[in-house]
């Protein structure tokens, strides 16, 4: 492993569980994930750092907790100021690969605690730069893939507000209906931050080929995701082969610049994972393992970080 890749992983559940398990950033009592000297071990220079709410919080606790995790990451920036920085702007991302920093650039996983649309500025005020409007559940705004309407009115004036904020639309969760809706709205390039292909792991939070393909022809990004289930092949345990099988397919399908990863650590048990797979800091074993299968410098350093870059560039504004 001599050369190393910078990483930019699109989804990591970080404040959720540093907040509902009451566990350290830096040395947790816990098995965990993701830590900060993970994140610099593994070369990872930007996290789409999530706020998302547990269905255990809904209805009732669902905007608390939404405002705690943004505070937990203001918490964050105030205690590690020259390990970690807030990413509002495309003038911070001329920060990336300059020195160990790591940028966190606020994603919302599921746009519950928006209470409604006039809301969503005081959460543009806080940092929050990207959404998924839904998460598995429907809420006020889409169905995610365990529902099957589409978007309500409410949720087509949040992407219209989105537009005009320049916040990133996240397609991953959204069912079927909602995403076709959803893409068709949207002004911005679209992401999906954590989603493999359906083709060969037929999960309904995979993604068809015509999705995929209408992402990558928007310029958009697919994140590869790290969870099991979604990386299934036949009945074996998932390794970096299956990592490999789902980018090398999409690859092939809609382009190497349309891949990238999207690991959603801590987002579920460490045993759902990927052998080998296990913390953020074995995130660098992708990039290698993809140079083995044949891979060029270039591509995986499109797939590691420089295809999420690129878009982050075009997306945000310099407000």
Known sequence: MSKKFLIIDAHEDIAFHLNYFKRDFVNPEMPCMITLPGLKEGHVRMVFNTVFIHPKHKPDRTVQSGLDQLSKYEEIYKTFPDEVYQITKVEDLAKFGQDSKIGFLTLIEGADPIENVCSLDNFYERGVRIIGPAWNNKNQYASGNDS???????????????????????????????????IELTNLIPIATHSNARALTDHPRNLRDEQLKAISEKGGVIGIVLYNYFLKIGDKNPTLEEVFAHADYMVNLCGEDHVGIGSDMDGARIEDFPEGLKTIADLPKIAHYFLEKGYTEERVTKIMSGNFLRVMKENLSSK
């Open 148 to 182: 099957e309407d589409g978007l309500s009115e409410e949720g087509v004036k949040l992407i219209k507000r989105m537009n005009e904020l320049g916040i990133t639309l996240d397609l991953s969760h959204l069912n079927e209906k909602s995403f076709w809706e959803s």
